[in-house]
C-alpha cells in the first residue's frame, strides 16, 4: 500500500517504561514490521513537546500513518489526532495503541508486558496501514433545550440554560416541581430552611421566558441524535385546565376524601383526592387523584365516563370560573412534540423504604422512619408543623435513636455504595431534634462519619461536641416493640459492648436507590446505567455530565448518590455543556458510522434484508430502503444506515451474517489484518 | 386426503390465487418423492401426500428459479410451518405472499425420523387451509423435546472437542448443508466473502472447523431442527446435533423456540429486560 508509519511509543512516566521496555518495542517495529520506516520513544506523548516531536516527524519523515502506542485511546486519541491534523494528515490515519491499561498495569513482568506490548503495535500497525481518510460528519442544531425532571438539578440546569438565551423545555413527572429538596426541612451545612432558597428558583421557572414547564407529564419517546432529537412528552390528564385554573384552593377545600395518605409528606399527613403537593406548589394549581377520586372510582366500577359519573362533583361545582369550568372531568392525555438540540436527565432518586429490613421491624413499627420522613416531622411545613412526634401517638419522642448506612454498604439488602448524605443529614438531624426537644437525647449508630466537604466535618462534630448527640460505632442488631417503646439492640464496637436503648423513636438513614423506572429511562433515551441502576457518565472523572449517548447530559442524583450543593454544580455543569452545544449552528461529528454496501445491479448490495442489525442497533439508526427498478417496482429491501443517528458501536456490523455491514475505521479487511498479524504458537 | 389436497391445488390454480403449488410428488421408487412445482390446474394429480415426504419444501422460496414461478402455494407439515414463522419474522416473506397448505402429519420417514420422535406440531399453528384431521397439539416438556441430546451431553468437553473434530474432518465443503437450508438465504455468505476471507475455503481441518461452526451459529436461535442439513450430507456429519445443542441453549436461556409463536420476538436480536444477566459481572 506504500503507507509509510510511524510508531511513537510513550514510557508515561514509568506508567508503562516500568513494565514494557520502550525501547524494544520501538526497535522490533522499526527492524521488523512491515511499513513502519520511523519509530522512536518519548516520555511523555501527551506533552507539548510529545506532540511537537509527533508533528515535526510527520512532517521530516513524511509519515502517512501514525501509531501512538500509549495509554487507552479513550484519553488521548483526540490529543494525538488534533495533533496531527495541524501537519495535514487526516486525523483518522491515527491510531492509538492502549500499552498502559490493558498491558502495562495489568502485567507485572516485564519480559511478558514488553513482549505483549509488540504484538499491540505490531496489530494497531497493520490496522493503520489499512486505515482511510475519513471526513467529520455535519449536522444542524435545532437551539432548544429538555430538561427530564423538575427537582434541583433540574431547576438549576433549566435556568442556567434559559439564562444563556437558549429555549428550555422543562418535563415533570409529578403534579409540582420542586423534588425531593422541596421535602426538606433544613439544609446542611448552614440550616438554612430549604424551601426559603428553593421556592424562589421555583417561581423563577415558572416566570422564565424561556422556559416551558410541562408537568404531570412524562417522556414518551426519544427519537433523533445529537443536535436534532425528536421527543414526545406524555401530558397525561390532569383533570383540571391549566389555562383557565387561578389555583384558587376552593377545589381542594370542599373535596371530600380527606384521607388520603400525602406522597409529598411521606405519607405521614393526608390530602385530598384533588390537591396541590404542597403549598408553594410550582404550578400553583391541582391535579386530581384518580385513583382515590369517588367520581373516578365510580366511573370505573360502571364502566362509565368519568363525566357521567353523579357520585361527586364538588370540585366541579364549586369551582368559580365561568363559563367554562377549570375542572374537566373528561380530560385525556396529550402527546406533545417537540424538537431539541440536547437533553438534560435530571430524575433524581428514591429512597430506600423502611420495610426492607426483618430486624428493623419490615415496616410495622410505626416510629421507624425513613430520614426522609423525618425531614417532614422537622419541616414547618410538615404534618406536625415542625414539631417532632412520633407517628404513631403524636407523643415528643425523649429519646430518639438514628442508625445510619441502612442499605447503603450493605450488598445483602441494599446497596453495595456509600448514600453519601447520610452521614450528614443524620448529624443534622440530631442537631434539629436537640433543637426542638431540649431535653431529648439523641443517639447514632455509624459504622464511619464521612464528611468530606467544605464545612462539613465541622458541621458534624457540632452535631457530637456541642449538640450532645451520643455517636456509637456499631450495628444495630434488632430493633423490637416493648411497651410503648422500641428497644434497640446494638454494638458499640468500640468499647466492644452490648447497647440496649429503651428509645421512643428510631430514624433510618436510608440509602438513595436508582428511581424505579431508571431502566425504562435509560432505554427511552438509549443511555447506560451501572449496576445499581444509576445512569452512567461517559467517563468517571473526565467527562462526568456527559451520558453515553452524544447530546445528553446528566445531572443529579440519577447518576448516583449527591448533596444539593454536588447537584447543583453538576447540574450547571450539564448546563454549559448544552449552551456550548447549542452555541453553534452545525455540529462536527465523528465520521466512525457504520455503512451497508452496496453493489452493481443485479445485485445491488449483499444485505439480504432480515434486519437484524435494525433491531439489535441501540440508537434507532438502521432504516429499511427500498431498490426499485426503473418501472417503481421494488427489486429488494435492504438496510442503510441514518449517519446522524449512528453512533459506531459496531453491533449491527456483528450481528449481520452476511457481512454486508462495516463500520468506518474498524472494516473488515483492518480487522482482519489485525488479528493475522498475531503469532500464535 | 391426497384428493383433498388436489382438490384444493386445483382450486387454488383456476382462480389464480396462486401460480404455482410447492408440494410433493412421487419419486422414482415407492420409498421416495420428490418436491414438484406445479403451474398447471390439469397436472395437479402430480402432487401426492405419504410418509415419505420428509423434505421440507420451505426452502423453494429463496431459490431464484422457484421464486420466478410467482406467488406459491405451499405444501407444509407442522415443522416446515415453522420455517415459514422464521422467515416472515425475519422479513424474507410476506405472510400474504404465500399462501400455505398445512397438511396433518404423523411423522414422517421409514424408520420414523429423528426429528418426529419428540414432535409437539402434528397440526401447523399457521396455514390458510388445513389438510386432513386437526389434531392436538400439546406442547412436550422441554427435556423430551431434546432427549436426543442426553448420549451427546454426557461427553466430557475433550470427548466433545474430538468427536466433532473427526466428524468435520470429513467435510468436503460441498455446502449441500448450506443450499438445503430454508433459513440459509443470504445472497452472499460469509464463506463468499473474499475481502477479507473470513474463511478457508478449502476443505482442510482449520477452514472445515470455522465453515461448521459459523453455519451453526448462524442458525443459533432460528434453526427449527428439520434435519434436512443432516439428511442431504453426503459424507454424514451429524449437523443436526449442533443445531439441536445450540436450540437447547437459545431455549433455555430466552425461553424461546422459533417459529412457535408467531408473537414470539425474535431471541437473538431483541433486547429483553427479562434475559439471563448472570453472565455480565
Known sequence: ?681 | MIEALRKKAEELLKNKTVSVVFGYGEGSTPERTRPVFITKPEEVNKLTWNKYCVYNLTTYLKRQETRKLGKPAIVVKGCDARTLIVLMKESQIKREDVYILGVSCDGVGDPLAEKCKACDVHTPRIYDDLIGEKGENKELPFDERYAELDEYENLSEKEKWEFWQKQFEKCIKCYACSNICPLCFCDRCIVEKNQPQWIDPSAHARGNLSWNVTRAYHLAGRCINCEECQRVCPVDIPLNLLNKKLAKEAEKNFNYRPGYNIDDELAMSTYNEKDNQDFVR
Request: glycine share 8%; hydrophobic share 35%; net charge neutral.
Open chain 1, 1 to 681: 500500500m506504500g503507507k509509510k508509519v510511524g510508531v511513537f511509543v510513550c514510557h508515561c512516566g514509568t506508567n508503562i517504561s516500568a513494565t514494557v521496555d520502550v525501547e524494544k518495542v520501538a526497535e522490533e517495529a522499526k527492524k521488523k514490521y512491515p511499513g513502519v520506516s520511523y519509530a522512536t520513544t518519548y516520555k511523555y506523548m501527551c506533552s507539548d513537546p510529545g506532540q511537537k516531536l509527533l508533528r515535526d516527524k510527520i512532517k521530516e519523515e513524511g509519515l502517512t500513518g501514525v501509531v501512538v502506542a500509549a495509554c487507552s485511546p479513550k484519553m488521548h486519541e483526540r490529543t494525538f489526532r488534533n495533533a496531527a491534523v495541524k501537519t495535514g494528515l487526516n486525523p483518522y490515519q491515527v491510531e492509538v495503541s492502549n500499552i498502559r491499561e490493558q498491558c502495562s498495569w495489568v502485567h507485572q513482568d516485564k519480559a511478558v508486558g514488553t513482549e505483549k506490548s509488540i504484538d499491540l503495535v505490531r496489530m494497531m500497525t497493520e490496522k493503520t496501514r489499512k486505515d482511510t481518510s475519513l471526513d467529520a460528519i455535519k449536522v444542524p442544531v435545532t437551539k432548544r433545550a429538555l430538561v427530564i425532571g423538575g427537582g434541583i438539578a433540574g431547576i438549576q440546569a433549566a435556568l442556567d440554560i434559559a439564562d444563556g438565551g437558549n429555549e428550555v423545555i422543562l418535563v415533570e413527572k409529578d403534579a409540582s416541581i420542586g423534588g425531593h429538596m422541596a421535602q426538606l426541612s433544613e439544609t446542611f451545612p448552614t440550616l438554612d430552611c430549604s424551601q426559603c432558597i428553593l421556592t424562589p428558583r421555583m417561581v423563577e421557572v415558572a416566570q422564565h421566558e424561556n422556559i416551558k414547564l410541562y408537568t404531570w407529564s412524562q417522556v414518551e419517546s426519544v427519537g433523533g441524535y445529537i443536535g436534532n432529537f425528536d421527543v414526545k412528552i406524555r401530558k397525561k390528564a390532569r383533570a383540571v385546565d391549566l389555562d383557565l385554573c387561578t389555583g384558587c384552593s376552593s377545589c381542594w377545600q370542599v373535596c371530600p376524601s380527606k384521607k388520603i395518605k400525602s406522597e409529598f409528606d411521606t405519607e405521614l399527613g393526608n390530602r385530598t383526592a384533588i390537591y396541590i403537593p404542597f403549598p408553594q406548589a410550582i404550578p400553583s394549581k391541582p391535579v386530581i387523584d384518580k385513583e382515590h377520586c369517588l367520581l373516578y372510582r365510580d366511573a370505573r366500577k360502571k364502566n362509565i365516563p368519568p363525566e357521567d359519573s353523579k357520585v361527586c362533583r364538588k370540585c366541579y361545582d364549586v369551582c368559580p370560573i365561568a363559563p367554562v369550568k377549570a375542572i374537566d372531568y373528561a380530560q385525556e392525555d396529550e402527546i406533545v412534540e417537540v424538537k431539541v438540540g440536547a437533553i438534560v436527565v435530571a430524575t433524581g432518586y428514591k429512597e430506600l423504604p423502611n420495610n426492607v429490613y426483618g430486624e428493623y421491624g419490615k415496616g410495622k413499627y410505626q416510629d421507624v422512619i425513613t430520614g426522609l420522613q423525618f425531614e417532614r416531622l422537622a419541616s414547618a411545613s410538615g404534618p406536625t408543623e415542625g414539631e417532632i412526634r412520633r407517628p404513631s401517638d403524636g407523643k415528643e419522642p425523649e429519646i430518639i435513636v438514628f442508625i445510619q448506612c441502612v442499605g447503603s454498604r450493605d450488598p445483602a439488602k441494599g446497596c453495595s455504595y456509600c448514600s453519601k448524605t447520610c452521614c450528614m443529614y443524620t448529624a443534622k438531624h440530631a442537631m434539629l431534634y436537640k433543637h426542638k426537644v431540649h431535653h431529648g437525647h439523641a443517639f447514632v449508630f455509624y459504622i464511619d462519619i464521612r464528611c468530606a466537604g467544605k464545612n462539613y466535618e465541622e458541621f458534624s462534630l457540632r452535631a457530637i461536641e456541642e449538640e450532645g448527640a451520643t455517636y456509637l460505632r456499631g450495628r444495630v442488631s434488632r430493633i423490637y416493640k416493648k411497651g410503648e417503646k422500641l428497644i434497640v439492640l446494638g454494638a458499640d464496637t468500640l468499647t466492644g459492648s452490648q447497647v440496649e436503648i429503651e428509645a421512643d423513636m428510631v430514624v433510618l438513614a436510608s440509602a438513595m436507590k436508582a428511581q424505579d423506572d431508571a431502566e425504562v429511562v435509560a432505554r427511552t433515551l438509549s443511555i447506560q446505567y451501572d449496576k445499581d441502576r444509576f445512569f452512567s457518565e461517559l467517563h468517571p472523572k473526565l467527562r462526568p455530565v456527559e451520558s453515553s449517548n452524544a447530546g445528553i447530559f446528566l445531572a443529579g442524583a440519577c447518576q448516583g448518590p449527591k448533596d444539593i450543593p454536588e447537584t447543583v454544580a453538576q447540574a450547571s455543569g450539564a448546563a454549559a455543556k448544552v449552551m456550548a452545544l447549542l452555541s453553534s449552528d452545525e455540529l462536527e461529528r465523528e465520521p466512525v458510522v457504520a455503512k451497508v454496501d452496496r453493489l452493481p445491479p443485479p445485485v445491488f448490495s449483499t444485505c439480504i434484508g432480515c434486519f437484524y442489525c435494525q433491531r439489535v442497533c441501540p440508537y434507532g439508526a438502521i432504516e429499511q430502503e427500498d431498490i426499485k427498478a426503473r418501472d417503481g417496482s421494488v427489486i429488494k429491501t435492504v438496510a442503510r444506515v441514518n449517519e446522524g443517528l449512528c453512533q459506531g458501536c459496531g453491533l449491527c456490523a456483528a450481528t449481520c451474517r452476511s457481512k454486508s455491514v462495516e463500520l468506518a475505521g474498524f472494516s473488515d479487511e483492518q480487522v482482519y489484518a489485525e488479528i493475522n498479524s498475531v503469532e500464535f504458537n
